[in-house]
């Protein structure tokens, strides 16, 4: 598991997350590999019942979700600061 994955996982681990952001605004590309977590991640949000929030990455990135078919299925916000409660 690489460095991410376990953060990630230690993340969804909590009984009590309720609320997960994703910030990919760094990222610049993304293969199978990212977007096999990214489904992951969507499924388990789906799973455990709770809210997956995605912050906008580079357009690169953002069209190759889109390609995949994931984008449909993701909240997506342009700054984490836009990110509400509810």
């Known amino acids: 598991m690489d460095p991410i994955e376990q953060q990630i996982a230690s993340a969804t681990a909590r009984s009590d997350v ?17 977007l096999r977590l990214l489904l992951s991640l969507l499924n388990d949000a789906k799973r455990n019942a709770y809210r997956l929030t995605v912050v906008r990455p580079h357009r690169d ?22 990110v509400t409660s509810s």
């Open 18 to 34: 309720g609320h997960l952001v994703l910030d990919l605004r760094g990222m610049t590309f993304m293969d199978s590999t990212g």
């Open 61 to 82: 990135v953002h069209r190759t979700i889109e390609i995949a078919g994931l984008a449909e299925s993701m909240d997506f916000v342009d700054d984490p600061a836009d």
